[in-house]
């Protein structure tokens, strides 16, 4: 049926205003699929606290997608995309280089500091969809779970106060907590079964001295 407002528009030889179908981003949304492994892929991701004196400060977490390590959590008053440049070079140093780096369009993630960093060090970078954090849910994950048993918990009367129970509470996530997406054992130990696994599929098969060939 014709609106009545369309069928005045064209009586008085007016042009009817037809809405546009709205652009959708085009592309695969399918999931990226990792091999089971530590350094398959890293996610990165703020998140954000105030000190006792009411002054904010910000943790960059950086997370292991496969092994669910906390690889590092640094808390400042301020974290550049040059900060982060300096620390993910030094995590590579510690821990190798990963496949791949997922994170949201933050500007220190999108600074020209950071690309410049990714293209020299030949890390694929993947920027999630606008508006989907779960896009990096392991990430969002373990900042839940920082948030509510420790940040929520704590009362920080400094930088260095917060620093020394950051690192303290990532450590004791890392090799004491059990993880249930892990069959129950802590983030660490998985990542040692991982890596225990992989180094018996690279061994060649042995022929005992007794077997003729």
């Known amino acids: 049926m014709e609106l009545v407002q369309d069928r005045l528009y064209r009586e008085e030889g007016l042009t009817v205003y037809k809405r546009r179908a ?3 981003a085009v592309g695969t949304r399918a999931p990226i699929l990792i091999e089971a492994k530590a350094n398959a892929r890293w996610s990165i ?6 000190l006792a004196c009411g002054r904010r400060f910000r943790i960059l977490n950086v997370v292991d997608d496969v092994t669910r390590e906390c690889l590092a959590a640094i808390p400042d008053t ?3 995309g040059r900060r982060v ?3 993910l070079t030094g995590l590579i140093e510690r821990r190798g280089k990963p496949d791949m780096i997922v994170s949201d369009h933050g500007t220190e993630f ?3 500091a950071m690309l410049t960093w990714a293209q020299e060090n030949r890390v694929t970078w993947h920027f999630i969809a606008p508006g989907k954090p779960m896009q990096t849910g392991f990430c ?3 900042n839940g779970r920082m948030r509510d048993a420790l940040l929520n918990e704590s009362l920080f009367f400094g930088l260095d106060h917060a620093k020394i129970r950051i690192v303290a509470w990532a450590d004791d996530y890392n090799l004491r ?5 892990l069959g129950c054992i802590p983030p660490a130990a998985y990542a040692a079964k991982l890596t225990t696994a992989a180094q018996s599929r690279a061994k060649p098969d042995l022929i005992p001295q007794n077997w003729t060939v």
């Open 45 to 50: 991701d703020f998140v954000h606290d105030q």
């Open 78 to 80: 301020s974290i550049s």
């Open 22 to 24: 709205t652009r959708r």
């Open 140 to 142: 969002e994950s373990f």
């Open 85 to 87: 440049a300096r620390e």
């Open 110 to 112: 999108t600074s020209n």
């Open 177 to 181: 907590r059990p993880h249930s997406a």
